[in-house]
């Protein structure tokens, strides 16, 4: 047939280290499908992200804050003008005279107790007050509450 003294490697067996990392990735890309394909194994990213959205709503429910809570406090009140120099003054001014935004020392459209202006510096106001909840936090929110209402008095 073909005896030409020239090694052949047509009947060669493949080594047995590459025969097991073959094996070895068709067992992992068999479990990986059946692990991760919402159609098997019922596993869904989306699942988890509800949940965690849900819970994050449990939480923020329950850590209701107390508006007056820095009210008439020195300190509270010398960190609540700090942060609202930083992020407030730009649109209410320096001494909340109003610019952009409204004269916080009068009374305010959506009401100027301080559970109400908590909830327009949280939750956002109609036309232009962007929400703050998530870039200061339930406390630095109640300490510029606490240095409004000290203007105001």
Not at 80 to 102: L, N, V
Request: aromatic share 12%; hydrophobic share 40%.
């Amino acid at each position: 047939m073909n005896d030409s003294g020239i090694p052949q490697e047509g009947h060669n067996k493949i080594p047995k280290g590459w025969m097991a990392f073959f094996v070895g990735m068709i067992a992992f890309v068999l479990w990986y499908v059946a692990s991760f394909t919402p159609a098997i194994s019922g596993w869904s990213f989306y699942k988890l992200y509800e949940a965690e959205m849900k819970a994050g709503e449990k939480a923020a429910a329950s850590a209701t804050a107390d508006p007056g809570k820095y009210i008439g406090k020195a300190d509270a009140i010398a960190e609540g003008k700090t942060e609202y120099e930083t992020t407030c003054a730009a649109c209410h001014m320096a001494d909340a005279s109003g610019g952009i935004g409204p004269n916080l020392k009068v009374a305010l459209k959506y009401g100027a107790s301080p559970d109400k202006i908590f909830e327009s510096v949280t939750q956002g106001r109609p036309n232009g007050m962007p929400p703050f909840q998530q870039q200061l936090g339930n406390d630095k929110i109640l300490k510029v509450v606490a240095f409004i209402e000290s203007l105001r008095r």
